[in-house]
């Protein structure tokens, strides 16, 4: 099942052992792994008795941006050096599809940002869960002459003595 999907809940249909094709509804905030139970569609009992239940585990798939913690959704967001320096405003994917948040100037790799509300939903009928924004700053992959006079000109600045391991 696809990641979105198992998050936000939909239906799907399956066909069972016994040939049936159902319809099997996917509360909002299904996780990888969950057992969803189809009461009176199993296999007959013994004897020709009424049938089982019949039970469906969820797998879902893997996303290319989204991961998930709980009910937490988590994204490396990708930035680059001149909107990492200056701050500025950058389109971000959620769930719900995309919003613009705001990038502080001189954002430094790994700084996270918290989207409150954007990530799964409760199963159970809670409150949806945080998406967090892992700041990624992506270097251009051509080589720039500005760029390296520029770190040139900082290569004295030792960020392990700012951050006091050296």
């Known amino acids: 099942m696809p990641f979105v999907d198992a998050a936000k809940g939909g239906a799907v249909r399956l066909r069972l052992k016994s040939g049936r094709n159902v319809a099997l509804k996917i509360p909002p905030g ?50 680059s050096l001149v909107e990492a320096v200056r701050g500025g405003k950058v389109r971000a994917p959620t769930l719900d599809g995309p919003v613009t948040v705001r990038i502080a100037p001189m954002t430094s790799s790994g700084a996270r940002l918290r989207l409150k509300g954007k990530g799964a939903p409760d199963p159970a009928g809670g409150a949806r869960g945080d998406q967090i924004l892992r700041v990624m700053i992506q270097l251009p992959r051509d080589p720039d002459p500005a760029l390296w006079d520029a770190a040139e000109d900082r290569a004295d600045a030792d960020p392990r003595v700012e951050a006091g391991m050296a």
Not at 35 to 57: K, T
């Open 30 to 79: 299904t996780e990888d792994g969950a057992r969803l139970r189809l009461a009176g569609r199993g296999e007959p009992g013994p004897s020709g008795g009424r049938p089982g239940d019949a039970e469906v585990e969820i797998a879902v798939e893997p996303h290319p941006w989204f991961r998930r913690e709980g009910r937490t959704i988590l994204v490396d967001l990708p930035v």
